[in-house]
């Protein structure tokens, strides 16, 4: 009986000893897995790179800044980090407290961005810059600035949240700072179909994208869709002096699996992905006329009337219409203003022209002559420059993010007819690159 105790006490000890080595080697392994795992350097989910280490310094043990990219570096290389990330978002989520986030769902299930912070000094002394612009190059001049996905999404959010987005104020500013009219009222020369006239022709969406019975963002991303491109197109047709096609004239070929910016930002993992669609015109139309401008028969994306006096290409020539140069790619040219490869990345949005870059250039080779347009922009132009370029001969797209030379010489180089701006409400209220416009 002795014997067999001692044996049980034994095998206790030993299995004790066994839940100790174990609950050691745990709590020692998961730290050194944490500092020493060789895990990707993009998270692929969050689509970003995960911070890198730095060895500190005089300067930067002095300052601080060394302790917080240590924190920035622990939190990234935090194992099953991306798990963690959805696992809170949800759980924020599920207690109501996900709308406090800078991005949320409306009544839809759409992933919205929260309202940008305004600045009405730094507003004006954006829009003055674009002013002075066209005044001092005598370029015309148009600006669009395309509704936030907040506050075209007013029938699917609470009044409280829908009235901090500041779409009203920044056209408020940017008609009175453009000439185009009073804060208070509208202009004396607005039109029917969204153009405020003054010293820059003021392009106003926000009805339209108010009332539209169909999405015109993404799910899952901040940009605009094809639909809402294809809006914003329609309406810059009177401003700009070309006849929009109709939108039953394209071929529009789906992709689905885009998640965006949104998702990225969001850590809600299971919000359903977009189809991201490509809008190719089969046969060519005429450029920019140089007399009245014309309308479309029909801008809500269900019509199919044909502009007039096109110059028809046939649909089945293997002669590619466009000549795409990208400027800080060792001169990289395409003859599609689609980069299909970029669909098999994460980042799906890129394959309207490829994304942002300093200067692109897009040459309408079914055109013998005609107008060039000089288009200033955020990225919400990518995709709205593959229905513009048809009406041009060129088409010279810069991102003042990335591009320092002077836009003046630039237009005078291209002996540019027009200038366009188009900033989405977030950048032209924050994006101090725009300043550098001369």
């Keep these: 009986?002795?014997?067999?105790?001692?044996?049980?006490?034994?095998?206790?000890?030993?299995?004790?000893?066994?839940?100790?080595?174990?609950?050691?080697?745990?709590?020692?392994?998961?730290?050194?897995?944490?500092?020493?795992g060789n895990r990707p350097a993009f998270l692929e989910q969050e689509n970003r790179y995960r911070a890198e280490w730095r060895s500190p310094t005089a300067q930067t043990l002095f300052d601080g800044s060394w302790g917080a990219s240590v924190e920035r570096w622990l939190a990234d290389n935090l194992p099953a980090r991306e798990a963690f990330v959805g696992i809170y978002a949800y759980w924020r989520y599920g207690t109501g407290r996900?709308?406090?986030?800078?991005?949320?769902?409306?009544?839809?299930?759409?992933?919205?961005e929260a309202p940008a912070r305004l600045d009405g000094a730094d507003l004006d002394r954006r829009l003055d810059k674009?002013?002075?612009?066209?005044?001092?190059?005598?370029?015309?001049?148009?600006?669009?600035?395309?509704?936030?996905?907040?506050?075209?999404?007013?029938?699917?959010?609470?009044?409280?949240?829908?009235?901090?987005?500041?779409?009203?104020?920044?056209?408020?500013?940017a008609r009175v700072r453009l000439g185009g009219g009073t804060a208070d009222g509208l202009a004396?020369?607005?039109?029917?179909?969204?153009?405020?006239?003054?010293?820059?022709?003021?392009?106003d969406l926000r009805d339209v994208f108010l009332n539209s019975d169909e999405p015109l963002f993404y799910r899952t991303d901040h940009h605009w869709n094809m639909r809402g491109a294809y809006r914003a197109y329609a309406a810059l047709g009177p401003a700009l002096g070309f006849t929009p096609r109709a939108a039953g004239d394209y071929d529009i070929e789906p992709h689905a699996g885009f998640r965006g910016s949104t998702y990225s930002r969001s850590g809600l993992w299971l919000t359903r992905g977009d189809e991201i669609e490509l809008w190719r015109a089969a046969n060519a139309v005429g450029g920019v006329s140089s007399g009245a401008s014309g309308e479309a028969?029909?801008?809500?994306?269900?019509?199919a009337a044909a502009s007039s006096g096109s110059?028809?290409?046939?649909?089945?020539?293997?002669?590619?219409?466009?000549?795409?140069?990208?400027?800080?790619?060792?001169?990289?040219?395409?003859?599609?203003?689609?980069?299909?490869?970029?669909?098999?990345?994460?980042?799906?949005?890129l394959v309207y022209l490829d994304g942002n870059h300093p200067l692109t250039v897009v040459e309408n080779l079914s055109i013998a002559e005609g107008e060039t347009l000089i288009v200033v922009k955020d990225s919400y132009a990518n995709s709205l420059a593959t229905l513009l370029a048809e009406h041009y001969k060129n088409l010279v797209l810069v991102d003042l993010r990335y591009y320092r030379r002077e836009v003046s010489a630039l237009a005078k180089e291209w002996n540019a007819d027009d200038i366009l701006f188009v900033y989405s409400v977030e950048h032209i209220v924050n994006d101090a690159d725009l300043l550098w416009l001369r």
């Design 1 to 36: 009986m002795l014997m067999k105790m001692i044996a049980e006490r034994r095998g206790t000890k030993a299995a004790d000893w066994l839940l100790f080595a174990l609950f050691m080697l745990v709590t020692l392994a998961a730290p050194l897995f944490w500092l020493f």
């Design 297 to 303: 028969d029909d801008t809500s994306g269900t019509g």
């Design 188 to 203: 004396d020369d607005s039109t029917a179909d969204g153009l405020v006239g003054g010293a820059v022709g003021l392009v």
């Design 311 to 349: 110059a028809v290409q046939n649909a089945g020539s293997a002669a590619p219409r466009f000549r795409v140069t990208l400027s800080d790619a060792a001169g990289e040219v395409s003859d599609d203003m689609f980069f299909t490869s970029r669909l098999a990345e994460k980042d799906q949005y």
């Design 98 to 112: 996900q709308r406090a986030e800078d991005v949320f769902f409306d009544g839809r299930g759409m992933l919205i």
């Design 130 to 173: 674009i002013c002075d612009f066209a005044e001092t190059t005598g370029l015309r001049a148009t600006l669009l600035i395309p509704p936030t996905a907040g506050y075209s999404a007013k029938a699917h959010l609470p009044r409280y949240l829908w009235e901090g987005y500041h779409d009203d104020a920044v056209f408020a500013a």
